[in-house]
């Protein structure tokens, strides 16, 4: 759907506020306690945060890509785990279902991962298999109305957390590649699933990942989503064309903070008699960071009018990644130089913005895969 403007004003406003009042104040608690308070993701269930693009018939907001990239924007004003809480039912949790399920597969799941009562998550990372997505060694084998998943997902974002699994399974095992490749819709309470520990990271404290081992897990038959074995590796990379773009506008929110927050401590600080943000160093610094957010938010921007208008935005959203996830890594980076100290310790949090965007460079495609992707089309049209 798309709202109107003034609608999608209110929304945006409204979110900016929850991001402002009720979530930047608990950002040092959510570091420190690895968890986002029940009452938070409560009030995030009320805001309809999990239903963001989970089409109006289903129970959701129905957000275009322009929108939602607005709203991802909003949601980088603060800690990126608030995001990340609902974020799998945004993006890629429910969007292989809402891209190619069955009409009768979206009825049954997307009205409770619009309300949040269950929550997504994507399984296509394992041990041996990371940047090479097509090369997953889950074995899906058809028995008797059923499909018996065999198999370790690795760093799964959510999934101490999920009631639902996406999981992406080998049914072909002849075929080695992307061709075998099927998507399952996976209950988190079958019998033969189980959960590692969950995962202490760098940063993103209060998004939970840990691993999901498939013992003899018996699917049914009607989990197959979209009812079609073998074109699941599809499936997954819509859903990550998508995503890569919600990563970032996460990212170009997260520098607009980061640069409000290293100007206000430039133009508080003192040295030399004088605010550091006198000094044409902190200028140049500032300057190059406000430059970096603005392309890659015109980037965002531009690549999500076109997706709503029916273009296939694979190249242009791997372009988004890329920068902007790098930019988001120049300007952290830029932010702890300017706060000095000050932004080394912990106190102002600048150092958890530091690691927490490390991960933007890694997760739904590393910066190289998306550099791999853009010069694979370049090198195609001139062959
Ligand atoms: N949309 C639709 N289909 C796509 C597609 C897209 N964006 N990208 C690829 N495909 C299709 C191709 O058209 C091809 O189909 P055919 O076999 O019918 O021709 C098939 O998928 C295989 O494509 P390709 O040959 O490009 O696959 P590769 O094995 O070379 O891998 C990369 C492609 C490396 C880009 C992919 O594996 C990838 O994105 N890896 C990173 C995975 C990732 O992001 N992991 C993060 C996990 S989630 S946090």
Redesign the pocket.
Known sequence: MTIDSATLQLLLDTLARFVKERLRPLESQVGKDDRIPDHIINEMKELGLFGLTIPEAYGGLGLNMSEEVAVARVFGHTSPAFRSTFGTNVG?GSQSLVIDGTEEQKQHYLPKMATGEIIGS?C??EPES?????SVKTTAIKQAGHYILNGTKRFITNAPTADLFTVFARTNAEEK???GVSAFLVDRNLPGIQLSSPYRKMGQQGAPVCDVIFDNVSVPEDKLVGGKENVG??TA??V??KGRLHISAISVGIAERLIEDATRYAVERRQFGQAIADFQLIQAMLADSQTDAYAAACMVDETARRRDTGENV?VLAASCKLFATEMVGRVADRAVQIFGGAGYVEDDGIERFYRDVRLFRI???TSQ?QQ??IAKDLIKRYR
């Open positions: 890629i994507f296509l990372t990371g940047s090479d997505a097509a590649g992307s061709r590796f599809a990379m819509k990550l064309d694979a997760y739904e495609g895969i791999t992707v």
